[in-house]
């Protein structure tokens, strides 16, 4: 299948915004996520929307970050507020066709990953 691909990236002072995008080449998965990894860090869960609409966020990112689709439902976004430091991360984008199996937040559910795109805050 095909692999999402994320952008928006980029570095940013603390306390300001930023919005990724993912898409998959058209092709539209159902279940999403974003999860972000900092060097020596695991893998973690940031948000995810499943098909109904329905969010679901880490409490570190709550009130600050929000994902959504688009109304073809072919392109993820996460917008976030008020960034911080600890915020720093590689993000990726995951994508399922099916309900995730197990807890969103654990990587080993998703089957599909984009490469990734880099986040920088700075204080």
């Known amino acids: 299948q095909v692999q999402p691909v994320e952008s928006g990236g980029g570095s940013v002072q603390a306390g300001g915004s930023l919005r990724l995008s993912c898409t998959a080449s058209g092709i539209t998965y159902k279940w999403m996520a974003w999860f972000r990894q900092a060097p020596g860090k695991e893998r973690e869960g940031v948000a995810y929307i499943a098909a109904d609409g329905n969010t679901y966020y880490a409490d570190s990112v709550k009130a600050r970050f929000t994902i959504s689709r688009d109304n073809a439902k072919t392109t993820l976004s996460l917008q976030m507020n008020s960034l911080k430091p600890e915020d720093t991360a590689l993000y990726y984008c995951?994508?399922?066709?099916?309900?995730?199996?197990?807890?969103?937040?654990?990587?080993?559910?998703?089957?599909?990953w984009g490469q990734g795109t880099q986040v920088t805050v700075s204080s």
């Open positions: 995951a994508a399922n066709g099916v309900p995730p199996r197990g807890y969103w937040s654990s990587p080993g559910v998703w089957p599909y």
